[in-house]
């Protein structure tokens, strides 16, 4: 079956940075568009970043020159670097197969000082 399993999260201090991972199983990765999405407490989960199968790649205005998404086929991994981190970049992190209900069980990233 498809399986998204997240890892990289964890506490950081504001301007600090992160890298987190999603290793896909289940499914012929390279075809597929993958998305990372956050969801804050008490906010509705939405789109962070998207990656297509030739490496096209969408932000939100929010995280725009701070993040950066990428894919690895040979792995079926996923990677959101991000840098330059803001209090309000804290939430839940998941990872998604674009178009499919499918998720990972996501990954904490909080960010303070």
């Known amino acids: 079956q498809v399986q998204l399993v997240e890892s990289g999260g964890g506490l950081v201090q504001p301007g600090g940075s992160l890298r987190l991972s999603c290793a896909a199983s289940?499914?012929?990765?390279?075809?597929?568009?993958m998305a990372w999405y956050r969801q804050a407490p008490g906010k509705q989960r939405d789109l962070v970043a998207r990656i297509d199968s030739v490496r096209n790649t969408n932000y939100a205005d929010s995280v725009k020159g701070r993040f950066t998404i990428s894919r690895d086929n040979a792995k079926n991994t996923v990677i959101l670097q991000m840098n330059s981190l803001k209090p309000e970049d804290t939430a839940v992190y998941y990872c998604?197969?674009?178009?499919?209900?499918?998720w990972g069980q996501g990954t904490q990233v909080t960010v303070s000082s």
């Open positions: 998604n197969i674009w178009n499919m209900d499918t």
């Open positions: 289940g499914i012929r990765f390279s075809f597929y568009t």
